[in-house]
C-alpha cells in the first residue's frame, strides 16, 4: 500500500476502530500464487506493541488447507470508510479523488489450540449475538455440540510483524477547499458520505 507521510497514521485506536467497524476482511498468503479469502477478524490486545488478530476458517478453505505449509507472512488487508471526492466541489481546476482508511497487518501465523478457538468463538458470539431478539451464545449451545463444529473450523492468529495504518482524508487541500468537501459530504444522500465528513471534521 503506497503510504505518504501525509496520509500515515500511527493511532492504534485509530486501527481498533477501522477493524472493529469492517472486521469483515481479507486475508491474502501466497503459495506459487496469490490466494485470498473472506474472514471474520478481531483485535485482541490492548497496547499497540502488544497485539494480534484472530480468526478462524473452515478447513476446506483453500487458505485454511495451505496457510499451514507457507512459510513467509501473510497479509490481512481492511478497508475502513470510503467515498467519492468530486473535482467539481474545488475551487479550482483538479482531478476527482477518493477518500479513504485502510489498515494493512502482515504477519506470521500461529495455529490456534481447541481451547483458543472456543474462546476465539465465544468473543465472535458475544459480540454479535447480543443485538438479536432470542441471541444465541455458546454457553446455550452447549459444550459439546461446540467443540463437535470445532472440528471443521481451523483457528489463527496472525502475529504482526509489520502495521500499516492509511487516513487519506484530503490533508492536502487548503481550509477552503476541504471545508467545501466536508459540505459536500454532509447533503450528500450516502449514509457514507456522512460518515466521512465527520471523520473529517476530527482531524480538522
Not at 500464487?33 to 471474520?40: D, F, H, R, V
Not at 468463538?121 to 455440540?145: I, R, W
Not at 471443521?152 to 492468529?157: F, N, Q, T, V, Y
Not at 492536502?172 to 471523520?199: G, H, T, V, W
Request: charged fraction near 30%; glycine fraction near 2%.
Amino acid at each position: 500500500m503506497l503510504l505518504p507521510r501525509l496520509f500515515k497514521s500511527d493511532d492504534f485506536e485509530l486501527l481498533k476502530e477501522i477493524i472493529e467497524e469492517n472486521s469483515f476482511s481479507n486475508l491474502i498468503i501466497y503459495k506459487d500464487k496469490i490466494i485470498s479469502t473472506k474472514s471474520m477478524m478481531l483485535v485482541n490486545g490492548i497496547e499497540k506493541d502488544d497485539f494480534f488478530i484472530e480468526t478462524h476458517l473452515n478447513r476446506a478453505n483453500p487458505v485454511a488447507r495451505n496457510i499451514k505449509k507457507i512459510e513467509q507472512e501473510v497479509l490481512c488487508d481492511f478497508t475502513g470508510a470510503h467515498t467519492y471526492i468530486s473535482s467539481s466541489w474545488y475551487d479550482h481546476i483538479n482531478v476527482s479523488t477518493w477518500n479513504y482508511e485502510a489498515v494493512q497487518i502482515y504477519g506470521n501465523v500461529e495455529i490456534m489450540s481447541d481451547d483458543e478457538l472456543y474462546n476465539h468463538l465465544k468473543k465472535l458470539t458475544d459480540k454479535y449475538e447480543p443485538s438479536q431478539k432470542c441471541p444465541m451464545t455458546v454457553e446455550k449451545m452447549g459444550k459439546e455440540f461446540v467443540e463437535k463444529e470445532m472440528k471443521g473450523a481451523l483457528g489463527i492468529k496472525i502475529i504482526p510483524t509489520e502495521v500499516k495504518i492509511k487516513q487519506k482524508l484530503s490533508q492536502n487541500r487548503d481550509k477552503n477547499n476541504f471545508e467545501r468537501i466536508i459540505e459536500n459530504l454532509e447533503i450528500s444522500d450516502y449514509p457514507m458520505d456522512k460518515i466521512m465528513a465527520q471523520k473529517m471534521k476530527k482531524i480538522n
